[in-house]
């Protein structure tokens, strides 16, 4: 397993914009598939968005298609969650979420990881 260490949430007003950092500990991360997740008070975790090993595919869910963007760095072992025109339906604590690969492939459920960082709460308000 990989120690993942989420950053950089925080309380912003509706449309504003955060960027999440997910850093890990791991020297291969660049063969994990990488995914962030959230989870809002009395609601099930459910999944934002993923990227490949490497970088070259993204996925989200449809909620925030067009407004977030994940991305990784594999020389800093990073990945990253661009938040823009939040939503008060956007706060939650923010997972990022990590698996092994040896190919490219989209993981969209939260069993399909096996790491986990400890998580950031975003806040938006109206």
């Known amino acids: 397993q990989v120690q993942l260490v989420e950053s950089g949430g925080g309380l912003v007003q509706a449309g504003g914009s955060l960027r999440l950092s997910c850093a890990a500990s791991?020297?291969?991360?660049?063969?994990?598939?990488m995914g962030w997740f959230r989870q809002a008070p009395g609601k099930e975790r459910e999944f934002v968005a993923t990227?490949?090993?490497?970088?070259?595919?993204?996925f989200y869910t449809d909620s925030v298609k067009g407004r977030f963007t994940i991305s990784r760095d594999n020389a800093k072992n990073t990945v990253y969650l661009q938040m823009n025109k939040l939503q008060p339906e956007d706060t939650a604590v923010y997972y990022c979420?990590?698996?092994?690969?040896?190919?490219?492939?989209?993981?969209?459920?939260?069993?399909?990881?096996?790491?986990w960082g400890q998580g950031t709460q975003v806040t938006v308000s109206s």
């Open positions: 990227i490949v090993w490497t970088g070259g595919s993204t």
């Open positions: 791991r020297r291969t991360f660049s063969n994990y598939a």
């Open positions: 979420a990590a698996k092994p690969v040896a190919r490219t492939v989209v993981l969209t459920r939260a069993n399909d990881y096996d790491s």
